[in-house]
């Protein structure tokens, strides 16, 4: 009996271009920070559960209010045509009811939310809320915005839920993580790749310039979106210029489970950011602002030089 293997017949229901299509490669999975945050897992999956729920009811009130007409006011406005930071009523109800249900569950937590200070007292673990982030976009009808929540314990990112009117998934839903678990949406885990024959990959940016010549920029107007693109594969890499902690909290858990990284700018130094830290300027994690790079390891590690080659 012959030994030669016969040559196998072209598959008729696979073209050419599919065949010679190159796979797709997982992006570097290196161990993400915060990997043992020393909490026990059901704790954390409790926080997750409460998370995903308010994060998903908060997406549902805001599908309902797209389209119709909202009471807008502004935050900041010093002449008439000059008008910034707007806040809808969906804003407030959605902060509302989210403090509400915590107080409930987790009434010794402490918020820090986006539309109150209101503060239910000093606790390691701290809501950071925003009910709607790209509040601009949501008002005027464009659909990129998000619902983030993030859990803080003593400043690390141990669970994030961030719902997000676009998706990998070409549809809403909730991203979700704990510290040392795997990026999930809607329950899914997710498991960013990229096509190598992409040789320009997307960023998100707060204004372009010379330093990102190595990649098509984006912007969403929403730093919870785009810290959910970047956990998700979709953005190689983000770079905020002066972000709240509400607004990239639940984002920053997401980037790190996606197996990403941060970084912060110190003077002129970018260091890595594992956590948010309070100032003797400023000892209330409230106040926090920072520029941040985050993105995957090699990405953001190269959007930081850039970045210190130019400033």
Known sequence: MSTTAKAKKPDGNRSDTAAKMPPLKPVDKTPAP???????????????????????IAGAEITRAVGGLLAVRYKTAAKEDEW???????????????????????????????????????????WAVDPIDGT????????????????????????????????HALRAGVYHC???????????????KVNPDVKRRLVGVPVATVSDG????????????ECAMVAAGLLQAARF????IWDVAGG?????????????????????????EATKENPDLRHWRGEIIIGERSAAAKMCEMQSSTS
């Open 214 to 225: 190595l990649w098509e920029t984006r912007k969403t107007g929403s730093a919870a979106l």
């Open 34 to 56: 915060n990997a043992d945050v020393g909490i026990p897992r059901e704790k954390l999956r409790e926080i997750e559960s409460a998370a995903i729920e308010l994060a998903g």
């Open 241 to 244: 210029a002066s972000p709240n």
């Open 178 to 192: 704990t510290a040392g678990g795997k990026l999930r949406f809607d329950g899914a885990d997710v498991t960013p």
């Open 136 to 167: 601009a976009n949501f008002v005027n009808g464009l659909p990129l915005f998000a619902a983030s929540i993030g859990i803080l314990h003593k400043g690390v990112p141990v669970v994030g839920a961030v719902w997000t009117s676009v998706s």
């Open 252 to 276: 920053l858990a997401l980037v790190f489970a996606g197996g990403g990284v941060a970084h912060r700018r110190v003077d002129k130094e970018w260091v890595e950011m594992t956590k948010f």
């Open 84 to 126: 910034k930071d707007p806040v809808s009523e969906i804003d407030q109800k959605v902060e509302r009811m989210i403090r509400e249900r915590l107080a409930e569950s987790f009434p010794k937590h402490d918020i820090i939310g986006e539309e109150s200070t209101e503060r239910p007292g000093k606790h390691d673990f701290i």
